[in-house]
């Protein structure tokens, strides 16, 4: 859901030396990397997930809480200088409601936010059972990110977009992250930075991601997870666009 600016804990998998992680096969890093995110059978069992914490943005700190549900709903709700905002997929429609726009009725989403709401919807994301969600994954070799050695892994999504993965060579968790996205009708590059992984209910993940958009006028945006629930009960209606004539 959620690449390197600190390890806050003991992490599961052994550490590699570098000669044995250019030595590794696809299957090999794979597995690394499930055992180092609490195990795979923990995130096939993995339904639903809320996230509270902060969003940081060019001095703005905005509040959010991020739901999550299986088989790929989203909602996010963010609050600035006192205004709510909602985006949200049900698994085949996004919608929002923007105040800041002077919008407070829900709307449809632009189909370029759609897209990167059903990817990031994804609960467990792409490496997780990727031949049964379609993805195809590549090992292409390590290379340095910021100073740490990292496996690279292309992957190329059921609708043909490609992400790169780098997974840390020692602890096979990810580090780095992103890819082409399209963003206001134009293709822009985007990467994530993870880090502070923590231990929640044997699942690790990464509570600090931070967002780096080449040539984004609004600057890098950091997220940082204060606290994050496990398979708690969020109701599908959450996720689902209201009827404007019945009011929020």
Same mark, same amino acid.
């Given at each position: ?154 992957? $190329?999504?059921? !609708? ?7 997974? =840390?060579?020692?602890?096979?968790? %990810?580090?780095? #992250?992103? /890819? ?43 997220? $940082?997870?204060? !606290? ?7 109701? =599908?209606?959450?996720?689902?666009? %209201?009827?404007? #004539?019945? /009011?929020?």
């Amino acid at each position: 859901m959620f690449r390197k600016l600190a390890f806050a804990t003991a992490l599961l998998a052994l550490p590699l030396s570098g000669a044995a992680a250019q030595q590794k096969t696809l299957d090999q890093v794979l597995s690394c990397y499930y055992d180092a995110i609490g195990g795979l059978q923990a995130w096939q069992n993995l339904n639903s997930m809320v996230a509270y914490g902060t969003m940081s943005m060019s001095g703005i700190q905005a509040p959010f809480v991020i739901y999550q549900k299986r088989p790929q709903k989203e909602r996010i709700e963010f609050t600035i200088q006192g205004m709510t905002g909602i985006q949200a997929f049900d698994g085949e429609t996004g919608w929002m409601v923007m105040p800041f726009a002077g919008s407070t009725t829900p709307e449809k989403m632009p189909q370029d936010q759609v897209d990167q709401m059903k990817e990031e919807a994804a609960i467990d994301g792409p490496l997780v059972d990727y031949k049964k969600k379609g993805v195809q994954v590549k090992l292409i070799g390590t290379e340095d990110v910021e100073g740490t050695q990292a496996y690279r892994l292309d992957v $190329t999504l059921k !609708s043909g977009d490609v992400r790169f993965y780098d997974l =840390d060579t020692d602890y096979c968790l %990810p580090i780095r #992250t992103g /890819g082409k996205v399209e963003q206001d009708d134009q293709t822009v590059e985007v990467e994530n930075i993870s880090g502070d992984y923590k231990s929640v209910d044997g699942l690790v993940i990464a509570h600090s991601i931070q967002t780096r958009t080449k040539g984004a006028p609004q600057g890098d945006r950091t997220m $940082t997870i204060d !606290s994050l629930k496990i398979n708690v009960p969020v109701p =599908d209606s959450m996720f689902v666009m %209201p009827d404007t #004539t019945k /009011g929020m």
